[in-house]
């Protein structure tokens, strides 16, 4: 929540100096209902953004992200150079992980969106006066990406975290130490460069 509000607070004082039309969405994790149901009545309740109705939301929300990015891999697409893609994916492995994150888009499909931890986007916010004139000449998002992208750690740990597909390789059913009901399956791909 900490990070909710300092993120809104610092977003909207930007709206407000370089009048940009602002909309705020909270669209929580995929599987952390409890989470997600505690951070939604706050952000209501001191009006900071929109949320989505409820968890079934969050959840669909998830999923058609996992069905996009689904489709595209089983249309033979490299994601490598697939800008929705990486987009996609990126947005994914952020659900996957344990640090907060945000994603600012223009609406339009012709400027690329800003995705990035959050740490990281409040830092960039914080330096604005850094980066700008670049503003002036790219536009908000364009110069904030390259300021993230400047900015970025070569130390990093990101999980993507998606659903399991049948192998032979892997048990049918796993149950859980604590309660002995099925967990449910997922495939993780992980990437740790050093901490």
């Not at 951070?39 to 996009?68: C, N, P």
Request: with cysteine; proline share 2%; glycine share 6%.
């Amino acid at each position: 929540m900490d990070w909710i509000r300092k993120f809104t607070i610092s977003m909207k004082d930007h709206a407000t100096k370089i009048g940009l039309k602002l909309e705020l969405i909270y669209a929580g994790k995929h599987n952390a209902k409890e989470v997600v149901k505690r951070v939604t009545t706050m952000i209501k309740s001191e009006r900071l953004g929109h949320t989505l109705a409820d968890h079934t939301q969050v959840w669909y929300f998830w999923t058609r992200l996992e069905s996009m990015l689904f489709s595209k891999m089983h249309r033979g697409k490299n994601m490598a150079n697939d800008t929705i893609g990486k987009e996609l994916m990126s947005l994914l492995s952020f659900d996957g992980g344990d640090q907060v994150w945000g994603f600012i888009a223009s609406g339009s499909l012709t400027e690329r969106p800003v995705t990035a931890k959050g740490d990281m986007i409040l830092t960039c916010l914080a330096k604005f006066k850094e980066w700008e004139e670049r503003f002036k000449q790219k536009g908000f998002l364009a110069a904030l990406l390259e300021i993230i992208n400047k900015s970025r750690s070569p130390l990093h740990c990101n999980r993507l975290v998606l659903p399991y597909v049948e192998s032979d390789d892997v048990p049918r059913k796993v149950a859980c130490a604590d309660c002995h009901r099925d967990m449910e399956k997922f495939v993780m791909f992980k990437c740790c460069t050093g901490k």
